[in-house]
């Protein structure tokens, strides 16, 4: 049921990844045919024909005709019983290129994302070297790296993530950087943080911290509590967690305070306490422009899946208590949480085939992040599907900027997939597209099946 | 509006997806020790009996119950006792050993504690006794060699070959031979402290761990920097009792730990002060007489966490540990060698 394999019929579909979405080149017409096509955005849940054209929504209606001179060159996809949606977007994966390409490398890691239904991804700098310039940032765009869904960088916030020297953000914004971050290195020092803040503010970049005090995290490697006094290993704090969101988010608000045209974007990565999320509500009340997301595995699996020292439930921030799992999902039904974001970390078997506290951090998640939701946000916690998908869509782009993304209104990116929503299938790590397979839902159910995922046009995976 | 907590409880497929809790329990090699829990109180008592028989038994009968059978004691911590315990179990089984330690070379040269496994299996290892600084590798040593593991000792975690001399020991202190089968009430009304470092210790976790199950009462005695609070959700039959006296005052066994300096990291402790707290004492257990038994792991720091009065007085059963020690792992590794699976749920 993993195949590899396309199985759409041949005049209908391209063999996926045959062309990137970022080369350049003539797309075919795609008329999506009889779907229920799923808008969170426009507001649209109903049977829609869509049709795209040189990489572009051309037309949403009922009932599309083509014309006889379109219909001889139009690829034509069935979506009778399925469900036609924005790409997914996933603010927060590490495609470890350029430098550590035996985890992972652009064109595998959009492959996995293809296949995910994500025709987007925000890309993590703590590449080797660290992506703190803007010929970095371009190289990862380019289409030589043979990308199967569109690359934004998320440029270093300091140089090599030291936390010490601020980068020009103007030049990483020009060469296309979405967003500034230190992920895997928090700012700690508060004229840092407060510097890095206000520069990005001057030019209209979020800025994204992991927020861990690495002061009160040093040798641990899972949530401290009780697990982790039964299994002997030293344990992360959540004041580590929160306590970093509360001293940004004042930072944040001394900024907004002091100079009257400065609105700073606090956005926090892969939220997994429950006070984290609180504060960042708190500070939303109180006016500021403060975003969170959260990762499948924080609201799905607790501290307790570690079990016998599980390498593939090692990753940071940790898994937490069951007590922050549900207020993970609690934030995600309230609306407090902005997106759902994978932090996809792939890593090579060898280097989690190794004792606990040795083993790096972070799990594989762009092709389980859609079947995991729609199994329990939709499917348990009764989630309504055109909010998991703007959770996985509208949301993410409008919390960096993405124009024409995130949405299937005429004019935007032909960025679709094609899913059956209630197919049910098991996930099997062995046959990620990843070049990793550190899933710690390795054999777990998913539902919703994607059928096909077009970037800008292009049809980059079919099943 | 119904709260999460409703709905997540009210939704179908919870369990198998969300399960509350993930076993801690091996399900690896029948033969392998990783954890004190791998044992079902009727295999503990298979161990104890077995290990009364083999020390009981004439040697020379004995060494040739596992001739020429490889054992591989792989050692990436320093140790003494428990090295030379398992050592001269296996040999007086008949077992060939070989030690690996942390200054053999490969492990200096940075093979991954799997390609050491896999090597010391490929040389005809039939089993491995593990000591290991990080809590969890022996799961990593079964699940990458498929060997019986001997856990002796991982890091924070467990070293359930001494919590079951401790066992030994204590069935002894208390009159109870050998021949008894144990069970859930074989120490009710016994309360045994365990006093000092408890964070640092897996001799702590794995005798929390056990002695509930059969009965006792564990108090865990120590400051907060060596003791925290959540140690109680260790498991059930666990308690904290802050004061050292008070502690005493409601013992009959106590068991003392070592403040293992080299796991500290940072923590800054006045030892002056944690003597005049925590110090078993001649005079304390006079004015504890209900305290009979004294145990101590090893190695002592004579004049830290007790006086050298202490270690060599009536009250003493640090050697008898020692000795116990060698009983107990000529079970162990004779149930490594000897086990099958269908065995292992018996
Ligand atoms: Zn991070």
């Given amino acids: 049921m993993n195949d590899h394999a396309g199985n759409a019929s041949p005049e209908n579909a391209r063999p996926a990844n045959e062309r990137a979405a970022n080369t350049p080149g003539t797309p075919p017409i795609t008329l999506i045919r009889g779907g229920r096509l799923v808008d969170p955005a426009a507001g649209i849940d109903e049977k829609r024909d869509l049709l795209l054209r040189d990489g572009r929504v051309a037309e949403v209606a009922p009932r599309i005709h083509l014309s006889p001179a379109d219909a001889a060159h139009t690829q034509i996809l069935d979506a009778t019983g399925l469900v036609v949606a924005p790409g997914l977007i996933d603010i927060h994966v590490h495609l470890r290129e350029p430098g550590q390409t035996h985890k992972e490398t652009i064109a595998t890691g959009t492959a996995a994302a293809a296949a995910g239904g994500f025709t987007a991804v925000a890309a993590m700098p703590n590449t080797v070297p660290t992506n703190d310039t803007p010929e970095i940032t371009r190289w990862m765009q380019s289409p030589d790296r043979n990308p199967s869904a569109r690359v934004f960088p998320i440029a270093a916030a300091t140089r090599a993530l030291r936390g010490e020297q601020i980068n020009d953000f103007a030049a990483l914004k020009a060469a296309g950087a979405v967003a500034v971050t230190d992920d895997g290195h928090p700012i700690l020092r508060d004229n840092i943080m407060r510097e890095v803040l206000a520069a990005a503010t001057r030019h209209g970049l979020p800025v994204i911290q992991h927020a861990e005090d690495t002061r009160l995290t040093e040798g641990a490697s899972m949530n401290a509590g009780p697990v982790a006094f039964r299994l002997g290993l030293r344990g992360m704090p959540p004041e580590a967690e929160y306590g970093l969101v509360e001293r940004d988010i004042r930072l944040v608000a001394e900024l907004a305070r002091d100079s009257k045209s400065a609105r700073p974007h606090l956005h926090v990565a892969h939220t997994s306490t429950a006070q984290a999320v609180a504060a960042v509500h708190q500070a939303r009340r109180n006016g500021l422009h403060v975003t969170c997301e959260v990762a499948p595995h924080h609201f799905l699996l607790t501290e307790h899946h570690v079990g016998c020292y599980n390498t593939h439930a090692k990753m940071n921030p940790p898994l937490r208590s069951e007590a922050d799992r549900d207020a993970m999902i609690q934030g995600i039904l309230d609306g407090v949480v902005d997106a759902i974001a994978t932090d996809h970390a792939p890593h090579a078997a060898h280097e989690k085939e190794v004792e606990f506290e040795r083993a790096p951090n972070g799990i594989t998640g762009l092709e389980t992040a859609l079947g995991l939701s729609l199994h329990w946000l939709h499917g348990e916690w009764r989630l309504p599907l055109s909010r998991v998908l703007s959770l996985l869509s509208a949301q993410p782009a409008a919390l960096l900027g993405f124009k024409g993304r995130g949405t299937l209104s005429v004019g935007s990116f032909a960025d679709v997939i094609v899913f059956d929503p209630d197919a049910e299938w098991t996930w099997l790590a062995a046959h990620s597209r990843s070049r990793s397979r550190n899933s710690p839902f390795d054999g777990w159910t998913m539902r919703g099946r994607i059928r096909h995922t077009l970037s800008e046009g292009r049809l980059v995976h079919s099943a | ?346």
């Fill in chain 2, 1 to 346: 509006m119904t709260t999460l907590r409703q709905s997540i409880q009210s939704s179908r497929t919870r369990p198998d997806a969300l399960p509350a809790s993930v076993p801690f329990a091996s399900t690896g090699h029948p033969g392998s020790l990783l954890g004190i829990s791998d044992l079902s109180l009727d295999q503990i008592t298979g161990t104890l009996t077995r290990a009364s028989l083999l020390e009981s038994e004439d040697p020379l009968a004995r060494a040739h119950r596992l001739a020429k059978r490889r054992i591989a004691l792989l050692f990436y911590e320093s140790s003494t006792r428990t090295r030379t315990s398992f050592e001269l179990a296996a040999k007086s089984l008949g077992c060939d050993t070989t030690l690996v330690s942390s200054l053999s070379s490969s492990i200096e040269k940075g093979e991954t504690l799997k390609d050491t496994g896999l090597t010391l299996r490929a040389l005809g290892a039939e089993a491995i006794i593990l000591r290991h600084p990080n809590s969890g590798a022996p799961w990593l040593l079964e699940q990458s060699t498929g060997l019986p593991v001997l856990n002796a000792g991982d890091g924070m975690h467990e070293h359930p070959s001494q919590a079951l001399l401790d066992l030994r020991t204590i069935l002894a202190c208390l009159g109870l031979g050998a021949e008894t089968a144990i069970a859930a009430n074989t120490l009710a009304g016994v309360t045994v402290t365990i006093t000092g470092d408890i964070l640092h210790s897996r001799v702590a976790r794995s005798n929390m761990l056990l002695l509930p199950r059969l009965g006792a009462r564990v108090q865990l005695c120590g400051p907060p920097a060596l003791l925290p609070d959540l140690a109680a959700q260790a498991g059930p039959g666990i308690t904290i009792e802050r004061d050292f006296d008070h502690a005493l005052a409601q013992s009959h066994i106590v068991m003392m730990l070592r403040i293992q300096a080299e796991r500290l990291a940072g923590l800054q402790l006045d030892l002056d002060e944690y003597r005049q707290r925590y110090q078993l004492t001649v005079e304390r257990l006079a004015a504890h007489p209900s305290v009979a038994h004294v145990l101590h792991p090893g190695p002592i720091i004579r004049g830290l966490e007790l006086t050298a009065e202490v270690a060599d007085g009536p009250q003493s059963r640090i050697l008898d540990q020692v000795r116990n020690g060698v009983a107990i792992r000529m079970a162990l590794v004779e149930r490594a060698l000897t086990a099958t699976r269908s065995g292992a749920t018996q």
